[in-house]
């Protein structure tokens, strides 16, 4: 039986949205993060979403930052050239989103 992946890291069945993997940059104990894991889980199962965790504490969220991604209000999903949604995310929002 093959292993289970993580939901937030790319499986071989996975697409990568426009090109660029999904990056969602979260902090523990943040019920918004929750939230936007289950929202991203759910599109991921539908659209099979190719998205990749990070904290907000990480060399690699340190270095978004310093590129000028805004990271004030997490959770924070970028798309590698612009940030597709923030804090609450929303399931209707990210659909239209990811359909352009």
Do not use: K, Q
């Amino acid at each position: 039986m093959p292993a289970l992946h993580d939901p937030f890291t790319p499986a071989p069945d996975t697409r990568i949205v426009n090109g660029r993997e999904l990056v969602l940059v979260t902090a523990s104990d943040c019920h918004l993060c929750a939230h936007a894991r289950e929202v991203l889980e759910t599109l991921r199962r539908e659209a099979l979403l190719a998205v990749r965790e990070i904290d907000v504490e990480s060399d690699e969220a340190r270095g978004l930052a310093e590129a000028g991604v805004p990271l004030a209000f997490l959770p924070v999903l970028w798309d590698g050239s612009r940030v597709l949604g923030y804090g609450r995310l929303s399931e209707r929002r990210l659909r239209r989103e990811l359909a352009a």
